[in-house]
């Protein structure tokens, strides 16, 4: 068996374009899916997989690992970078994808089979623009609130938000107020036995985070996520050991050697690896595997697109550390129609139960995929009040 062709179908899904990976092979009706989205980045990634292609035309399609150790290492320079992290976890993807089908049993089967019996889903409520805190932080609150209580009465038992406005280097209590009042309104919507995590988005300072994380501690949060850049782990080190709350980070670190540090550093207590940057599912299980020899939890980044989640969910079935997925069911109204799912997800709760379907157990229809081409992403500028250039 010999991979023929490698394909890339980009679809404008509002705020992102997917960009679907299809591996063929010179056997009637077998392909792979796989998923490499970036953000703002579509048309470097597309050409990263076509660049890396050339190396797989004509390989054995279940040499998984030789071919990743090809991608990852040929052509002198090392796949670090996130677009070309992306692009081989595209085809890392699609690649399991064909080992499924081949083998004739879910991926999760081909790691040790399952270790649980369902996967929770969380959701993400999003957030809001440095005014909107500022300026109308009661109003605000009080929407956090209502979006907390919308959540749960769609069956999730978990959810996210970003509560913790953009910031200067240092600023005084009015952030850190208008924040704690966010997720104050929040706990008070839905009560102690929900799980509520606040996303940064990397926007505070070292101290800033530091000051936010401190804060909002007694709330009970399930995790506080990305409280500083993650150019500085000594710093997300010294916030995750100043509170009892856990402190996850990882969504934007590339490969095992990243997330090696972080672990040595004992910086968090839950990793977000991204499946569809950080090297592919054979890197993800890597990186799981190290998350389990230090007892650190993973739940995975997964805002992307249908081949990314059944990605996710496939990995979470077989990897102990594995805690909850993110998921997005309503991005745009037409999701489903791109993705054909097998996977049975129980509304109470949101928890998502394994089929027996091979591969990811999806297919995507590309038709559907043609009706939405590329668009320019919008592109998200954000500023301190004097006007100097914060994180979004």
């Given at each position: ?40 980045h579509?048309?470097?990634v ?6 890396i ?14 071919l ?145 994380a ?43 050697h ?14 977000q ?13 890597r ?43 309503g991005d ?7 993705v ?13 139960h ?39």
């Amino acid at each position: 068996m010999k991979i023929t062709a490698i394909e890339t179908h980009v679809c404008n899904a509002r705020m992102r374009n997917w960009i679907f990976v299809k591996v063929l092979t010179d056997q009637p009706g077998l392909w792979g899916w796989g998923e490499a989205t970036l953000e703002w980045h579509t048309r470097s990634v597309v050409g990263a997989i076509e660049d890396i292609s050339q190396l797989l035309i004509g390989e054995d399609p279940g040499r998984i690992e030789h071919l990743w150790q090809m991608m990852y290492r040929q052509h002198f320079w090392h796949g670090n970078g996130v677009v070309r992290g992306t692009a081989i976890s595209g085809i890392d993807i699609a690649l399991w994808d064909i080992a499924g089908k081949v083998h004739g049993v879910p991926c999760h089967e081909l790691w040790g089979g399952r270790v649980r019996d369902y996967v929770r889903l969380y959701c993400h409520l999003g957030g809001g623009k440095m005014e909107d805190f500022y300026e109308t932080s009661t109003d605000n609150a009080a929407r956090f609130g209502e979006l907390a209580q919308a959540a749960v009465a769609d069956g999730f038992t978990a959810f996210k938000c970003m509560a913790v406005p953009e910031t200067a280097p240092i600023e005084g209590l009015k952030p850190v107020l208008a924040a704690e009042a966010c997720v104050r309104a929040m706990r008070e919507a839905v009560g102690p036995e929900i799980d509520i995590m606040v996303d940064c988005h990397a926007r505070p300072s070292p101290r800033m985070g530091m000051r936010f994380a401190k804060a909002l501690e007694p709330y009970g949060l399930y995790f506080f996520e990305e409280p500083c850049w993650p150019e500085t782990i000594e710093d997300i080190a010294r916030i995750q050991q100043a509170v009892s709350t856990p402190i996850a980070t990882g969504e934007r670190l590339v490969t095992q050697h990243a997330f090696r540090e972080l672990f040595e550093k004992r910086a968090a207590s839950v990793i977000q690896p991204d499946i569809t940057h950080c090297g592919g599912l054979s890197e993800a299980r890597r990186i799981a595997a190290m998350a389990e020899a230090y007892r650190v939890s993973l739940a995975p980044h997964n805002p992307q697109g249908p081949v990314s989640t059944a990605a996710s969910l496939e990995l979470g079935f077989a990897a102990p550390s594995y805690i909850i997925c993110e998921s997005v069911h309503g991005d745009v109204p037409w999701r489903q129609d791109v993705v054909s799912e097998s996977f049975a997800i129980e509304k109470r709760g949101r928890l998502v139960h394994p089929s027996d379907r091979p591969g990811l157990g999806i297919e995507i229809n590309e038709k559907e995929i043609a009706k939405h081409p590329f668009e320019q992403e919008v592109l998200q500028r954000s500023f301190a009040r004097d006007g100097a250039v914060t994180d979004w």
